[in-house]
């Protein structure tokens, strides 16, 4: 897959685009996970701060690696 848009590089609407790619929901959290993940979050709530410009995707992801 390719790497995370830049913030710098992108627009708000390549960002959301980006993150709906890279974790898609399948509607069976049993089978997936991510919601787990992302502590009952979907995916483009929990990388709101990267889609809206204010945070790199590495500084949010770090936030769900603990």
């Known amino acids: 897959m ?3 848009p830049e913030i710098t ?3 708000e609407e390549e960002r959301r685009v980006y993150i709906k790619n890279r ?3 399948i509607a069976d959290c049993d089978m ?3 919601c787990k993940v992302f502590r009952g979050k979907d995916a ?3 990388y709101a701060d990267y889609i809206n410009g204010t945070r790199s995707f590495m500084e949010v992801s770090e936030d769900y690696k603990r």
């Open 2 to 4: 390719n790497s995370a």
């Open 9 to 11: 590089g992108s627009t």
């Open 32 to 34: 997936c996970g991510l």
């Open 23 to 25: 974790f898609p929901c």
């Open 44 to 46: 483009e709530t929990a």
